[in-house]
């Protein structure tokens, strides 16, 4: 399974390109690329720490419960999210592959060294004593995705029978190819309720919300 922002939409948060849009209000380039953080680290946690606020609010919906629970029905069952909301994890998902990093966590541009972000990262604190950055571990447009995650996401995208793909407008390669060029032999339905990227590339588009037909399948 595959799932983008959408499916968190019915949590009460916004997506990146549909109406009321992050990157529709929010310089991309400014506040998720390493250049924008080099420039302007406050203004870079002010943002996360803003969104990582929202997430903590917000509460996993009916399609992030019923992902959950097709897990524990189901005996080969892979997750690969480009969410860094956290809702799958808190619905239950445990085969859970967070492409695009998560905002549980800051790590270090400078150690291995990590903190918990379950309160706002102060904006004195930005700099380490190593002398590196706390920065948030998520992925940036222009960097590579977690090689262990992406090469498990793989491997369940080739062996996989059938995918569901939920709530992305899949413009953000290579997650979207998950569904393209490596579900070789599966059976790929995609549920949105707009048109996207990979329509016309998969076996069938339900326009419908994620809440309408994920928990629909359990039955
Ligand atoms: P987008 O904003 O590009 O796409 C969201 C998709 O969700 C759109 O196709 C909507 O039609 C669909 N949608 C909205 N409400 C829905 C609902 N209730 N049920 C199902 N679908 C719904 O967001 P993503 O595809 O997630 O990357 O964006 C991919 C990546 O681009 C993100 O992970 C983020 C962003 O830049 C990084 O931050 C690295």
Redesign the pocket.
């Known amino acids: 399974m595959l799932t983008?922002?959408?499916?968190s939409?019915?949590s009460g948060l916004p997506?990146?390109?549909?109406a009321g849009?992050l990157?529709r209000t929010h310089k991309?380039e400014e506040l998720?690329s390493p250049q924008g953080f080099a420039r302007d680290p406050r203004l870079v946690w002010t943002w996360y720490n803003e969104r990582r606020a929202v997430h903590m609010q917000s509460a996993p919906g009916a399609a992030h419960v019923a992902l959950a629970e097709l897990e524990r029905r189901l005996p080969d069952f892979t997750l690969a999210t480009?969410?860094?909301d956290s809702l799958h994890r808190r619905a239950g998902s445990h085969n859970l592959l967070e492409l695009?990093g998560q905002l549980r966590e800051a790590r270090c541009t400078g150690c291995a060294a990590r903190r918990t972000l379950d309160t706002p990262l102060p904006l004195d604190e930005i700099v380490h004593d190593c002398g590196g950055s706390w920065r948030p571990d998520?992925?940036?447009?222009g960097e590579k995705l977690p090689a262990d995650v992406w090469s498990a996401a793989v491997a369940a995208a080739r062996r996989a029978e059938f995918m569901l793909v939920?709530?992305?407008?899949?413009?953000?390669n290579p997650a979207a190819q998950l569904a393209t060029h490596y579900a070789e032999r599966a059976y790929v339905v995609e549920?949105?309720?707009?048109e996207?990227a990979i329509s016309s590339r998969v076996a069938r588009s339900i326009r419908a919300?994620?809440?309408d037909i994920v928990p629909a399948l359990l039955r």
């Open positions: 983008g922002s959408g499916i939409n019915e997506t990146f390109r549909g849009g990157w991309v998720a480009q969410n860094v695009h998520i992925v940036w447009f939920i709530g992305t407008s899949a413009m953000v549920i949105n309720p707009e996207t919300r994620a809440s």
